[in-house]
């Protein structure tokens, strides 16, 4: 009788079965070994596929409208982002508003602290102000040094402070007016030789002739007004140093310049009505528009000097020297030229009614369209001068030989 093993199968068919505990030196699982029993076939495995007849159709029918349902969690989160954006925009809205805010704080104090140098600045320019007229006001020839520093202390202030200029500009003037000689009378009789003006003087008037002519003393609350002219009337000015100095619309009446030094001096619209020029240096001076009138100029050198529009009404230019002067409608009304020097100077439209112009040089001068009327010209050199339409009449007198101008 066969023996059965444990596992209920004869030894020869336990052989078929797989030794699945097999492993190769080193744990490796040993392929598995296929045994099979003794009388039967392999058989192939059969796969299991669901029979489908060959007409049946797969259609696809629509199961009605899908309705789709928001997820909560969904609209958490959206608004959750939207908090966040509008919290960023407001962190940025904060930030720019406390930024202006600080600037702002920051300007009104930059503001409050440029007002304080101001004033601390003012100050201070009132305290040298107040210093140097002190010094200016101390008398005697002793104390020359002192009223000197002062002058330029306050020459000083004028180039710091433009809205104090015209204050300091009256100050020197007045001191000019009230420490110069007065200017003599023409009743009285004139010294000579003329003192010249002091030391004191002559700074004060070249501290005068270098101020700035943009410092009108405007200043941001109010509009720039016009500076008052320099007053300088009634003054002795004898032999004064004046080169170049600014004197546009100076006050020079009744003025003793007597043997000043004007040359290269800027005298646009100044007012020397009756001013005493004798032996003055204008050479290249700029008269434009000033008022000569009555003016005493006799023997003055006026070479080259422009007096365009200029009024000379009765001036005495007696052996003045006029060379190559611009005179282009200047009033020489009943002025005196006799012996003046005025070889090619321009005296187109100028107004010589009643001048006198005995014995004056006027080689190759140009005196178009000028008026001539009741002028003396005897013995006067008009060699090369240009008489073109320049008017006269039956009183006058041209020199011998000269022909009388056809009038225009």
Not at 34 to 51: D, M, N, T, Y
Not at 200 to 209: E, H, M, N, P, R
Not at 230 to 259: F, I, Q
Request: glycine share 6%; proline share 7%.
């Amino acid at each position: 009788m066969a023996r059965v093993g444990s596992n209920g199968l004869m030894p020869s068919m336990q052989r078929d079965q797989p030794n699945t505990e097999t492993r190769h030196p080193g744990g490796v699982p040993a392929p598995r070994r296929h045994w099979k029993v003794a009388g039967q076939c392999p058989v192939e495995p059969q796969v299991l596929r669901p029979s489908r007849p060959a007409s049946t159709r797969v259609e696809l029918v629509p199961a009605g409208p899908i309705e789709v349902k928001p997820d909560p969690w969904q609209r958490f989160v959206a608004i959750g982002g939207l908090v966040t954006a509008v919290g960023s925009i407001l962190s940025v809205l904060f930030v720019a508003i406390g930024l202006y805010v600080t600037n702002e704080a920051n300007r009104d104090t930059d503001e409050a602290n440029r007002e304080q140098q101001r004033l601390t600045a003012q100050g201070q320019i009132t305290d040298r102000f107040t210093k140097a007229i002190e010094q200016l006001g101390q008398p005697g020839t002793e104390k020359v040094d002192v009223r000197l520093g002062a002058i330029y202390a306050l020459e000083r202030i004028m180039r710091d402070s433009a809205v104090d200029q015209p204050a300091v500009v009256d100050i020197l003037a007045a001191f000019v007016r009230v420490h110069a000689a007065t200017a003599p009378s023409a009743d009285s009789v004139t010294p000579s030789p003329r003192p010249p003006v002091e030391v004191d003087i002559q700074t004060a008037l070249t501290v005068l002739g270098r101020r700035n002519a943009t410092h009108t003393g405007s200043s941001p609350a109010r509009l720039t007004p016009s500076p008052a002219p320099l007053d300088l009337s009634d003054t002795s000015l004898t032999g004064a140093h004046l080169r170049e100095v600014d004197l546009t619309d100076a006050d020079l009446t009744r003025a003793d310049l007597y043997d000043a030094d004007l040359t290269d001096a800027d005298l646009t619209r100044a007012d020397l009505t009756r001013s005493d020029l004798t032996d003055a240096d204008l050479t290249r001076a700029n008269l434009t528009d000033a008022d000569l009138a009555d003016a005493d100029l006799a023997r003055a050198y006026l070479t080259d000097a422009d007096l365009t529009r200029a009024d000379l009404t009765r001036a005495d230019l007696t052996g003045a020297d006029l060379s190559l002067a611009d005179l282009p409608n200047t009033d020489l009304t009943d002025a005196d030229l006799i012996r003046a020097d005025l070889p090619d100077a321009d005296l187109t439209h100028a107004d010589l009614t009643g001048a006198n112009l005995t014995d004056a040089n006027l080689t190759r001068a140009d005196l178009t369209d000028a008026d001539l009327t009741r002028a003396n010209l005897t013995d006067a050199d008009l060699t090369d001068a240009n008489l073109t339409c320049a008017r006269t009449d039956g009183d006058t007198l041209l020199p011998k030989g000269v022909a009388r101008p056809t009038p225009c």
